[in-house]
């Protein structure tokens, strides 16, 4: 099935690659950008596909627009509404990179089945794909009143695009802990640190919860970094997950949220990218793009079921 993907950063590229050298279901028929210089574009045409720096427009007068049926968009969150607009008109499939959450959080192993069918599909961020499945695994089996992640990237791995974005990264993140983590109240800190060498992709997520115990919590959460490895192999826990157990005599208060009695539970996760366009210390892109096409390809499945 054809893909064509805007945007030629970062985001966009490391996608061109895992689509051109991983996906047995999908086809870029074309990459889109602005810049005529971007290497995302460069990179495109050595491989013979078609490629205009003319943004959405330019993609909607090529003769392959008619075959294409799923768009990525790794552009901008205030580019996204009209890219929307302009693919869904045309009877197309979106895949949206951008935090503009048009359509539903999807995170592909916490609630990538259920949204399939939907015209546009939002992947929330890189910081949300690393670690809504942690909240998403404890709130399977406690009530999770409470989550709060650190995510710490490189800035190098962070483009024009990421930096932009910087606010909706952030608001998108937290509301995701709580649509699709299963948090009742969410809260998203975003670091990009300038350390060199560049450090790897690292995630704190803390969560307060009550009804379940720690060792049923530590297999829950492990089962669940398990199943992300199947798509992103360098997803893993760097520590033991670590608790702390609070009373109705020594009550943690949250500013913003109140005061908790019940379980805390620290997990510390770490992205080590494929080094599919950028190095391995990259690990929000591999995460984002591997959630991407793996929910295009299951997007791209039920398509194909429904064409039989």
Request: charged content about 20%.
């Amino acid at each position: 099935m054809k893909v064509g993907i805007i945007g030629s950063g970062n985001i966009g590229s490391d996608l061109f690659a895992k689509v051109v050298r991983k996906s047995a279901v999908l086809e870029v028929a074309a990459m889109v950008g602005v810049d005529p210089d971007s290497e995302g574009l460069a990179i495109a045409r050595k491989y013979g596909i078609e490629t205009t720096a003319e943004g959405l427009d330019g993609l909607t007068s090529m003769r392959c627009w008619q075959d294409i049926d799923i768009l990525f968009d790794a552009t901008s969150a205030g580019a996204h509404q009209y890219h929307s607009d302009v693919a869904l008109k045309a009877g197309k499939r979106m895949i949206d990179l951008t935090p503009a959450a048009i359509g539903p959080y999807v995170v592909p192993v916490v609630n990538g089945s259920d949204e399939i069918d939907k015209p546009n599909i939002n992947m929330v961020t890189c910081g949300g794909q690393a670690t809504i499945p942690i909240v998403a695994a404890v709130s399977n089996i406690a009530t999770v009143h409470y989550a709060e992640i650190v995510a710490s990237i490189s800035s190098r791995s962070a483009g024009p695009g990421t930096r932009a974005n910087i606010d909706e990264f952030t608001a998108t993140t937290a509301l995701g802990l709580e649509r699709v983590g299963g948090a009742g109240k969410g809260r998203a800190i975003i670091v990009l640190n300038p350390a060199e060498p560049p450090l790897i992709m690292r995630d704190t997520i803390f969560t307060l919860s009550s009804g379940a115990e720690p060792e049923e919590i530590t297999m829950a959460i492990k089962a669940m970094v398990e199943r992300v490895q199947a798509y992103v192999p360098g997803y893993r826990l760097k520590q033991e997950v670590q608790f702390e157990r609070f009373g109705s005599n020594d009550r943690v208060h949250i500013p913003g949220f109140g005061d908790f009695e019940g379980l805390k539970t620290t997990t510390f996760i770490e992205v080590e990218g494929a080094a599919d366009y950028l190095p391995a210390y990259a690990g929000n892109l591999d995460i984002m793009t591997s959630a991407a096409l793996a929910t295009a390809e299951k997007v791209a499945e039920n398509l194909k079921e429904g064409a039989v």
